[in-house]
Nanobody, 123 residues
Framework: QVQLVESGGGLAQAGGSLRLACKAS????????MGWIRQAAGKEREFVAA????????YYADFVKGRFTITRDNAKNTVYLQMNSLKPEDTAVYYC????????????????WGQGTQVTVSS
């Protein structure tokens, strides 16, 4: 069982930055690929970014490439999402998720989910 707790959401202006963090409560954090998935109001969940269990490989949705960066610190059981050049369309609840399946770039491939953190970007 993996418990995930996100933090760092909030309100930002367009062009601004936010950094999300997700801390996992598990002794086997380094056994999981980690991802960030978001859901805007009235829309389905969409994949944002993922990182492999040891960190060298990252994957991004096209709409965040060059703006968002996913990293992890296995010693701290934490995964991060640095979000730069934010746009109003980035407004959503952002979920941290864990999977045992490598290269998971769709939301249904994730087994464990956090409660989500709201990100709101004003124009």
């Amino acid at each position: 069982q993996v418990q995930l707790v996100e933090s760092g959401g909030g309100l930002a202006q367009a062009g601004g930055s936010l950094r999300l963090a997700c801390k996992a409560s598990t002794y086997t954090f380094s056994s999981y690929d980690m991802g960030w998935i978001r859901q805007a109001a009235g829309k389905e969940r969409e994949f944002v970014a993922a990182i492999s269990r040891s960190g060298p490989n990252t994957y991004y949705a096209d709409f965040v490439k060059g703006r968002f960066t996913i990293t992890r610190d296995n010693a701290k059981n934490t995964v991060y999402l640095q979000m730069n050049s934010l746009k109003p369309e980035d407004t959503a609840v952002y979920y941290c998720a864990a999977t045992s399946v490598p290269r998971s770039t769709t939301s249904h491939m994730y087994d464990y989910w956090g409660q989500g953190t709201q990100v709101t970007v004003s124009s």
